[in-house]
């Protein structure tokens, strides 16, 4: 009997790791209602200490604090001035590595209208910046992050800018964030 229950683990094990989700009964309820994150520029040295970086796997979404230009870490993209200009740089922008964060640009469909993040890995800027507009929506993929079987994670979110500030290097953005692994839809399951 105790050789059976194993086996029935291990199987349960497996097919949780397999679905690559965080609950192994099935994807998670979250709300389509945005989080509201200031982000301060990176590249100003009055900013040391301040929001810079987003994390799209936190939940809530808020700003994290990145200690010095040029380091990656626990978090998806951040905001920087390049030639002057606001703009929103994945991880990889900085490192040159392509650690899988990435942001696709839409300036075609409105923030709600924008019901899955695209597929296609190409779709995503994970080298270059894409700049800060209030015309656009940015959609969001983050690094791969281990989830509790070890299996590979990605999540995905979508953002827009409500406030943007040149002079000051100050981004004011919101953000809805499927908490889903590997889930690419930008709306949540009560809602398809």
Not at 10 to 21: D, H, N, S, W
Not at 76 to 103: C, K, N, T, Y
Not at 104 to 111: I, K, L, P, R, W
Request: net charge negative.
């Amino acid at each position: 009997m105790h050789r059976l229950s194993l086996l029935t683990l291990a199987v349960v094990v497996a097919a949780a790791a397999a679905t690559g989700c965080d609950d192994e009964f099935g994807p998670s309820d979250w709300s389509p209602v945005p989080d509201t994150v200031a982000l301060y520029s990176l590249s100003r040295a009055e900013y040391q200490g301040l929001p810079s970086a987003v994390d799209i796997t936190d939940e809530p979404v808020f700003g994290h604090v990145v200690e010095a230009p040029g380091q990656t870490g626990g978090w998806d993209f951040v905001l920087e001035e390049l030639d002057g200009v606001l703009a929103f740089s994945p991880a990889g922008a900085l490192s040159g590595i392509p650690a899988g964060p990435g942001i696709a640009v839409d300036s075609t469909t409105g923030f709600d209208a924008i019901i899955r993040a695209p597929g296609d890995t190409a779709a995503y800027h994970r080298l270059d910046s894409v700049p800060v507009s209030a015309s656009v929506v940015y959609v969001a993929r983050s690094r791969v992050v281990p989830t509790f079987f070890g299996a590979r994670c990605v999540r995905f979110a979508k953002f827009r800018t409500v406030e943007i500030d040149p002079a000051r290097g100050i981004v004011t953005i919101e953000v809805v964030n499927n908490v889903n692994c590997n889930d690419r839809s930008l709306i949540p399951p009560d809602e398809d």
